[in-house]
């Protein structure tokens, strides 16, 4: 599966947070590609962890040794790798980070997709009102977050209604993760229903027939277990 830059944050804003070597404190979340770096690519990742304590020895001491070694207004701050956890010193040019993602983003980020979030929240009343069309709607959406798309796709599988099984058969889901969860949405909705599909037709038919209603094929009956 291809790994995404959402990919990347969704794991980073959940993964404990390094502390830098230098100073003890704990680091923040930094976007590469933000000025104030020396460069913002390069780093084999779209997001890092950066030491932003102003105090810290390496960044304090930096602007001495880099101004005294090369004649140079900048500094050092520690970042660490996601990954890898390895620690580096990155040069910076001065005191600000652009490239720091704001702590209440990360807060609001963490919460989307669970029961609290408002478009969750939309998502179950929708489910209420049984309005399948625009579970469908958020389901088929690409751009939508993912854990939106599997939720909704989740409470397609609830209302088990059959005429859900035809569109969710045509689209193509590029996300893995909301192919396979619609592969069991799928099921659910026949095993709700007492039906399958007829395996040389594709039409709908009932789970424990032995010939198909719409192309007269002998068929196996299916368990409803």
Wanted: contains cysteine.
């Amino acid at each position: 599966m291809v790994v995404t830059k959402s990919d990347v944050y969704e794991k980073v804003i959940f993964a404990d947070r390094p502390v830098c070597p230098h100073c003890g404190k704990e680091m923040r979340i930094y976007e590469c590609g933000q000025t104030g770096a020396v460069c913002g690519s390069g780093w084999g990742t779209p997001y890092l962890f950066v030491c932003v304590n102003d105090e810290c020895p390496l960044f304090v001491e930096g602007w001495k040794h880099m101004r005294e070694t090369y004649c140079r207004s900048c500094s050092y701050r520690c970042f660490c790798y996601p990954d890898s956890r390895r620690t580096e010193s990155m040069v910076v040019y001065s005191y600000v980070m652009p490239g720091i993602i704001d702590e209440a983003t990360i807060t609001g980020d963490r919460a989307r997709g669970t029961p609290e979030d408002p478009e969750v929240q939309k998502l179950f009343g929708f489910f209420e009102s049984r309005n399948l069309e625009e579970l469908l709607a958020g389901l088929f959406d690409e751009k939508l977050y993912y854990k939106l798309r599997l939720k909704a796709a989740e409470l397609v599988g609830e209302l088990g209604m059959l005429e859900a099984v035809e569109p969710l058969r045509d689209y193509e889901f590029k996300d893995r993760r909301i192919a396979t969860r619609v592969r069991d949405t799928v099921q659910r909705i026949h095993e709700t229903n007492g039906t399958r599909e007829c395996p040389f037709c594709a039409e709908i038919i009932d789970a424990v027939a032995t010939t198909c209603s719409e192309c007269g094929r002998k068929l196996n009956p299916s368990s409803l277990e």
